[in-house]
């Protein structure tokens, strides 16, 4: 069974020729239409296989932004 993230060396395939960690950062988040992407505490950027694999076969998401709680109710 793979794992639910890209290991190092498949984010720096994705990201050739990019070698620096906020570089792979801003690519990614550009590629999946992103304003940040999660990252470890070295700054390497974690990207998750599901969310890649649909954003490259060129499905859309279904995913929409939560609505905020409403505190005046």
């Known amino acids: 069974m793979s794992s639910l993230f890209l290991t190092q060396a498949e984010v720096d395939d994705l990201c050739f020729p990019r070698t620096r960690a906020d570089a792979q950062r801003r690519f990614i988040a550009q590629l999946l239409g ?8 070295n700054g390497r950027p974690i990207v998750g296989r599901e969310i ?3 954003r490259l076969s060129g499905q859309k998401t279904n ?3 939560p609505t905020p ?5």
């Open 69 to 73: 709680f409403n505190w005046s109710k």
């Open 52 to 54: 890649l694999g649909r």
């Open 63 to 65: 995913e929409k932004a």
């Open 34 to 41: 992103l304003t940040d992407v999660p990252h470890r505490p």
